[in-house]
């Protein structure tokens, strides 16, 4: 089911300082555990209803740190689409050189296939790290 593309996004900052952005059914939340790493939670559906907003977020704090952890937990996420994943594979080719590591927990068969083909088609080598354990994803970095 593709969601339409002109729904509200709104961003809220939470109490921990993290970053909420909402729209249709999904949503982002970027925590920074420790400078130099980013979390990100993504629950929900992924249709492109964010456009490059939660995209954005991750260059812009590429721009403050120079280089990258990027940590996701998308042990929530249930739909994104063809289109949003592309966008995720171009973004990981071309900002290669400022990532340090991409370790993502993935919830589901769906979402764990989605996250498989970004990584080979990025070319990216073993700069993505795919975890269906919470325990093995946390020991990889996102220590909450």
Do not use: C
Not at 20 to 27: I, K, L, Q, S, V
Not at 90 to 110: A, D, E, I, K, Y
């Amino acid at each position: 089911m593709q969601l339409p593309l002109n729904l509200p996004l709104s961003k809220t900052v939470l109490a921990d300082g993290s970053l909420e952005m909402t729209a249709g059914e999904g949503r982002f939340v970027f925590l920074r555990p420790r400078p130099g790493t980013l979390l990100v939670t993504i629950s929900g559906q992924d249709s492109g209803q964010f456009g490059t907003a939660a995209l954005d977020e991750i260059r812009m704090e590429i721009t403050r740190q120079g280089t990258l952890e990027l940590l996701i937990d998308a042990s929530e996420a249930v739909l994104v689409t063809t289109e949003v994943s592309q966008e995720w594979t171009r973004f990981f080719s071309l900002n290669r050189p400022q990532l340090r590591r991409v370790s993502v927990l993935t919830g589901s068969r769906l979402i764990h296939l989605t996250v498989a083909i970004a990584q080979h088609l990025s070319q990216t080598g073993n700069l993505i790290q795919i975890y269906s354990d919470r325990a093995l994803f946390d020991a990889a970095g996102a220590g909450r």
